[in-house]
């Protein structure tokens, strides 16, 4: 059974940098045709794709967020991390690790999601 | 960015009712729609992929169809455990982009 779980700081304050881990087991982070992604859920609000990684290192962000994010893995840790740097308030979500397993061009879905962990950024 | 729009942004609705929610892309996406279940508390779940496949695991009264740019997710006969909000998600591009989400409440 695929399993990620979230860690990081729960509190983090204006201009500092969010930085959070997705550690998975039970599958190999860097077998299959799978991308690790950060997905975020500001409160009563929906999901904000942040971006992703391929096993070989390769990474797509959003735009919306580019400037500001860095997404690694480590594959010794079956690990990967997210970065993101001058946080505002704005930026107080839920964040999520989730598997994007992608079976052609096109045909992906977060197939298995970290249960989420709260972030508040506040001085 | 290709943007979502899902309706309506929330319905009641009764156990045993046929529920349709629609998402609408803003371009073309072919066939890359995903639908997500998502409860208070807790992580999206994958429902739907690739427009109608239904993902392992899923109930059968969850149904998918629509191609290009209209898309629908049906339950067929609500039940207490679907009151829930949805999401769709299109995979043809990134960033990858959700709808704004449809609540289903219980009437």
């Known amino acids: 059974q695929v399993q990620l779980q979230e860690s990081g700081p729960g509190l983090v304050k204006p201009s500092q940098t969010l930085s959070l881990t997705c550690t998975v087991s039970?599958?190999?982070?860097?077998?299959?045709?799978?991308?690790w992604s950060w997905i975020r859920q500001p409160a009563g609000k929906g999901l904000e794709w942040i971006g992703r990684?391929?096993?070989?290192?390769?990474?797509d962000y959003n735009p919306s967020l580019k400037s500001r994010v860095t997404i690694s893995v480590d594959t010794s840790k079956s690990q990967f991390s997210l970065k993101l740097s001058s946080v505002t308030a704005a930026d107080t979500a839920v964040y999520f690790c989730?598997?994007?397993?992608?079976?052609?061009?096109?045909?992906?879905?977060?197939?298995?999601w970290g249960q989420g962990t709260l972030v508040t950024v506040s001085s | 960015d290709i943007q979502m729009t899902q309706s309506p942004s929330s319905l009641s609705a009764s156990v045993g009712d046929r529920v349709t929610i629609t998402c609408r892309a803003s371009?073309?996406?072919?066939?890359?729609l995903n639908w997500y279940q998502q409860k208070p508390g807790k992580a999206p779940n994958l429902l739907i992929y690739?427009?109608?496949s239904l993902q392992s695991g899923v109930p059968s009264r969850f149904s998918g169809s629509g191609s290009e740019t209209d898309f629908t997710l049906t339950i067929s006969s609500l039940q207490p455990e679907d009151f829930a909000t949805y999401y769709c998600?299109?995979?043809?591009?990134?960033?990858?982009?959700f709808g704004q989400g449809t609540k289903v409440e219980i009437k």
């Open positions: 039970g599958a190999s982070i860097n077998r299959g045709s799978y991308y």
């Open positions: 989730a598997r994007d397993e992608e079976v052609g061009f096109g045909e992906s879905f977060f197939d298995y």
């Open positions: 690739a427009a109608s």
């Open positions: 371009q073309y996406i072919s066939n890359y």
């Open positions: 990684i391929y096993t070989g290192g390769s990474t």
């Open positions: 998600q299109q995979s043809y591009s990134t960033p990858r982009t």
